[in-house]
């Protein structure tokens, strides 16, 4: 049974900074995609960043609104993957959630392309 489990998130200043995990378990694929989502309330949910890992190679891809700020990594040893925020925004307000779904698939940051997902953690930045 594949359980995501996400932590980290809180509440910061503008230009503040936050580490969100999400622990992995019954998650084992050779080829996967994990994603963060977002979602702020009144909006629809959309993808931030992506590790891809096919044929043996990791790949990350970051939303535009993210790039330069936002860091996806992994920690295979511990089941984890992270989101690291700097410089957050008012705007990066929202529910965090992390996403996971093996194999290939069309568009990473299509929501309905994913199987697993975790519960979700609150971010919340004031100005």
């Known amino acids: 049974q594949v359980q995501l489990v996400e932590s980290g998130g809180g509440s910061v200043q503008s230009g503040g900074s936050l580490r969100l995990s999400c622990a992995v378990s019954?998650?084992?694929?050779?080829?996967?995609?994990m994603t963060w989502f977002r979602q702020a309330p009144g909006k629809e949910r959309e993808g931030v960043a992506n590790i891809r890992k096919s044929w043996g190679t990791t790949y990350t891809t970051y939303a535009d609104a993210v790039k330069g700020r936002f860091t996806i990594s992994q920690d295979n040893a511990k089941n984890t993957l992270y989101l690291q925020m700097n410089s957050l925004k008012p705007e990066d307000t929202a529910m965090y959630y992390c996403a996971a779904e093996p194999g290939g698939m069309v568009a990473a940051f299509r929501p309905n392309e994913y199987r697993y997902w975790g519960q979700g953690t609150q971010v919340t930045v004031s100005s």
């Open positions: 019954g998650f084992s694929y050779s080829d996967y995609y």
